[in-house]
């Protein structure tokens, strides 16, 4: 009777038991895809918590100075930002494979390279007689056309399709770059066509409409409609849409227009190429250049100033111990915005109509102050978005673009003058950029103490420093170097 009492004891203690190993089970299968999901967001690089994710502007604050041989004031505005690139040793940087450029440049789209994207090219090649009258009345607006890509499609940030234009060469140079590269390594990539520059007759709602996808320098996300016609519709001459305006005026007799573009490198601190830089019939700077006082290195001409408003602001607080005061305001000197958000624009119109910024962080600033009292929209350019993305893409196509950062990456400032010059120049002579000994200089030809060269996630300059010995050893840019 005892053993019968006890039964449901018994009965009772096995389903507790069996309960309690249910329970177990399932505790341990959740915490197995917890596991599972953390690793695989680990291995897809997803924000995890506590992770910085990039601001929606594209721009951020870094809390020390941004070092860069082209342009270390390119501080990131916005948020507190302080990523660096890992410090590897220089190697030979892959770049993309080879483009077999398409037949005609009417849809400028790469055949290979790239993995080519689905986007919409647009065509103005058959945009009729290009005068350089003021107005420019006999140019049809750009047209769109529809392109497939020979390969797998890219993500659509990448966007390797651009526009293109028919503009005569302003020269009759028989050893132009442009008749050189087709046969070098970079002769596929190199779009011939590619506006760099825009101007009035580019807006268009169609235009606004492709170019509202990429975000930054990259195109016109985030830019108003408004704010795009009331800005570029005063860059409406030939003095806006081309890069040597005024070769005409300067040429003396040459056949061939030879460019100097100097960057801010430590290298040229007692280089004694003050003489020569100037003799070149165009002089490209950027950013915080420092002149006075340092002629006999870096001379003393500046026929192009490229920048962009961040750029030029952060320059203008970083360096006025050193001497800056602003970019060099000249007769011959003419203003290259690089548009990396709508202050660009609005600085931009306020120059080209001699009126207070409207808004944004520059509101009420006097253009003048910056360009000069005679400035004026014929010493005002801006370059065209599809150009920056062109030599992102194909030119200084970093990892960064494979990171969470992709967004905020872009070639630096140095980097897009100095390309723009082999794309606009018949010959280019490279000063101050960054070279494989760059340890042994200071960051600035001005630094009155050595600072070292750093690197951070915006720019990649080693892919950009591989970049140059490439260009020089094709025989496309002469870089100055010290052996």
């Not at 993500?155 to 770059?177: H, K, R």
């Not at 970079?186 to 709602?205: D, M, N, S």
């Not at 980097?415 to 494989?436: E, I, R």
Request: aromatic share 10%.
């Amino acid at each position: 009777m005892a053993s019968t009492r006890s039964l449901p004891a018994r009965v009772n203690n096995t389903m507790t038991g069996m309960a309690l190993q249910r329970r177990l089970l399932v505790v341990m299968g959740t915490a197995g895809c917890v596991l599972f999901v953390y690793i695989l967001c680990l291995n897809l690089e997803w924000p995890l918590s506590g992770s910085i994710v990039p601001p929606r502007n594209h721009h951020a604050t870094m809390t020390s100075t941004s070092s860069n041989s082209q342009d270390s004031e390119e501080l990131l505005d916005r948020q507190s930002y302080t990523h660096r690139w890992p410090p590897p040793p220089v190697t030979s940087t892959p770049q993309p494979d080879r483009v077999t450029q398409p037949p005609s440049l009417t849809t400028q789209t790469a055949a290979k390279v790239l993995k080519t994207t689905q986007n919409k090219a647009v065509d103005v090649s058959k945009s009729g007689s290009r005068s350089d009258s003021a107005g420019e009345a006999g140019i049809r607006r750009p047209t769109v056309r529809p392109t497939r890509g020979a390969g797998p499609t890219e993500p659509p940030f990448i966007g390797d399709s651009y526009m293109s234009e028919d503009v005569p060469p302003q020269t009759n140079c028989s050893d132009s770059i442009q008749g050189r590269v087709k046969d070098t390594e970079f002769g596929g990539r190199f779009l011939e066509h590619i506006p760099v520059l825009q101007w009035a007759k580019h807006v268009t709602q169609e235009q606004h409409q492709r170019l509202r996808q990429y975000p930054g320098a990259h195109g016109w996300g985030g830019i108003n409609y408004n704010t795009l016609v009331e800005t570029l519709s005063v860059l409406n001459s030939s003095a806006n849409r081309q890069m040597l305006n005024d070769w005409e005026a300067r040429w003396n007799k040459s056949a061939c227009s030879r460019c100097a573009v100097v960057g801010n490198g430590g290298i040229l601190k007692d280089s004694q190429k003050g003489k020569e830089i100037d003799g070149h019939h165009y002089v490209f700077r950027t950013n915080g250049a420092i002149i006075k006082d340092f002629e006999q290195d870096v001379g003393s001409r500046t026929t192009h100033y490229t920048f962009s408003t961040n750029t030029l602001m952060n320059s203008m607080r970083s360096y006025a111990g050193a001497g800056y005061r602003g970019p060099p305001v000249s007769k011959e000197t003419r203003y290259i915005f690089l548009p990396d958000h709508d202050r660009d624009y609005l600085l931009m119109k306020a120059a080209a109509t001699h009126t207070p910024v409207a808004r944004g962080p520059e509101r009420n600033k006097d253009p003048s102050r910056y360009f000069g009292e005679d400035v004026s929209a014929e010493k005002l350019k801006m370059y065209h978005p599809d150009f920056i993305r062109y030599l992102r893409n194909r030119f200084l196509r970093s990892n960064a673009l494979k990171t969470k950062y992709k967004d905020i990456y872009r070639p630096s400032t140095g980097a897009v003058m100095l390309l723009a010059a082999l794309h606009t120049c018949d010959q280019v002579s490279a000063y101050g950029f960054m070279t494989p000994d760059y340890k042994n200089y200071s960051d600035h030809y001005y630094d009155s103490n050595y600072h070292p060269v750093g690197f951070f996630i915006n720019h990649d300059l080693r892919l950009e420093m591989n970049l140059w010995q490439q260009l020089h050893q094709a025989g496309l840019i002469r870089l100055y170097m010290r052996h």
